[in-house]
């Protein structure tokens, strides 16, 4: 693509595109947003209410957005048009934040980015260091974190949660969790620029995980979630059966985390 027609494309984006939209929804929720440095690249952080030391932080992370335009072009501008963390972060009584990806929400022409970040390599090391580095210096003197990703966000939640302190606990919705599985199962090239969860160590055992997957859900399909979480020893599995990938997790969403956030053994697992 020629520099003028980028430029073009950018421009637009920039009026019109994904992230605009974003912050519209943030704001209207009620969330204020600010820039972190992580490194080497910035970050979009959407906060709900003031967080005090020693409290319990839910960490929110979004899905991967629009990566492609048609399945052959990467977007101008990755960020979420369905922003369902977003969403889900609207209805949490607990201090709460979501943090944003290299390159997403506005950030897509800062200077290290490209569509690479958004395609091929959205988790990877890069991705994921930088993202761990703006939440340790998000994170309040002595706060627990609870990490929350839908999708794509909770193959980051998995990643991220083996490298920042204070993750205790990991909830995912919809999540990819095998990426390499994922991929085969759509015939989608492979992310061979990104970490997979799968191919990692299991999380230590005093993280605590709850995964929720949709028995509809034609993105993440159950069996696939059902299999990743499995090698994670002590995880909770919780099929809900008139779930999609999307729908209807924002409904539901206050009694599901209220499941989560319980202690395990008052719950039976979705096996």
Known sequence: MRT??????????????????????????????????????????????????????????????????????????????????????????EPALLLGRPCYHGHYADPGCGPALWTDARYSEAVVASMAEALGALRPFGARLTLIGHSGGATLAMLLAERVAGVDAVVTIAGNLDVAAWARRHDYEPLSASLDPSARPPLPPHIRQVHFAGERDREVPLELLRAAAGRQPGARFEARPEFGHECCWLREWPELLRLATWPPERHNRGK
């Open 4 to 93: 003028g027609a980028l430029a073009i494309l950018l421009a637009l984006a920039a009026c019109a595109g994904p992230s605009p939209r974003f912050d519209r929804d943030a704001l209207e929720l009620g969330f204020v947003r600010e820039d972190v440095a992580g490194t080497p690249f910035t970050h979009a952080v959407y906060r709900a209410r003031a967080i005090a030391a020693g409290d319990r932080l839910h960490v929110y992370l979004e899905g991967d957005g629009t990566p492609w335009i048609g399945g052959r072009n990467p977007a101008a501008d990755p960020t979420p048009r369905a922003p369902v963390a977003l969403r889900l972060m609207g209805r949490d009584p």
